[in-house]
């Protein structure tokens, strides 16, 4: 019976505590209305007066370069990106554009594919930006173009070896050929003498003879096959010289057509939001003074 009577006037304290809040809510939603309105105009207002910040981006793709037989990228992408994090170029960019660090804008780096390396700045200055990130592509280009100069200097000195190699070669061929001539000779000379004279010694000279010959032309086929494997290293190397590939900026400098800040009519109604929950603040705080003064 007790239970009862305690649940009752719980349900009962809920529909007057409700009825209440419903009540105030009704006599203040001018106010609660009005200052809704009032911090979201005030929000649209800030927002408008907010200078607009644009994303600036510019697109490397690394060059390649001959190394170790194959066409690998000059440098990782992710090494570079690393590098321009740690600001490795940032020095000589701030030099060259007589900027300080403090005004030397945050650069975000993102190899989002293969070779391709993207640098975007998020600024109101787009001028400076974009000086910025053209002096930047500059210089990584710059930095990559003499390393691969280096590397395909490395490939032309071994391609000189291999071409005094090839020359080495067929002076020894030619040397060859002429003792193997000899050596055919000697063998003639010498068989018409054994078939005339039936000479053991000289058919052992002769047979000592051939051998001579028979190696003097696995010496001539093993110093083709070595010219040939020589020829082969030298076309492989042109060809990783032909597909060298430069770096280059594959997109200049280019600002966003939408400014990326501020975000008018997502802060209008996030203010519309915080003035509608301030004026319920409001309207049941003078309430409960009113009650309780």
Known sequence: MENTQNTNIIQEYEEI?????????????????????????????????????????????????????????????????????????????????????REYPKIKVDNFAGNLISMSITSSDISRAKSVLKELDNAVIADYQSRGDQKKAVVLANIDIQKKDI?????????????????????????????????????????????????????????????????????????????????SAVQAPAVSQASVSPRILLNTVLGAFLGFFAGIFWAFGVEWWKKNA
């Open 167 to 247: 020359n080495r070669l067929k002076d020894k061929v030619q040397l060859t050929e002429t003792e193997k001539k000899a050596l055919a000779t000697d063998i003639a000379s010498l068989d018409n003498k054994v078939d005339n004279g039936k000479d053991i010694a000289l058919a052992l000279v002769l047979t000592s003879e051939q051998r001579s010959l028979d190696a003097k032309q696995q010496d001539i086929e093993s110093l083709y096959l070595e010219t040939n494997q020589d020829n082969q290293q030298i076309n492989t190397m042109n060809g990783l010289l032909d597909q060298m590939k430069s770096t």
């Open 17 to 101: 505590d409700l009825r209440e809040i419903f009540t105030t809510f009704i006599k203040k939603r001018r106010a609660i209305f009005g200052m809704t309105i009032i911090v979201a105009v005030l929000a649209l207002v800030a927002s408008l007066a907010l200078p607009k910040t644009y994303n600036v981006e510019t697109i490397l793709e690394i060059g390649t370069a001959p190394d170790q037989n194959q066409l690998n990228p000059v440098e990782d992408p992710v090494q570079l990106a690393k590098k321009i994090d740690s600001d490795f170029y940032g020095g000589g960019v701030r030099q060259k554009l007589s900027l300080s660090e």
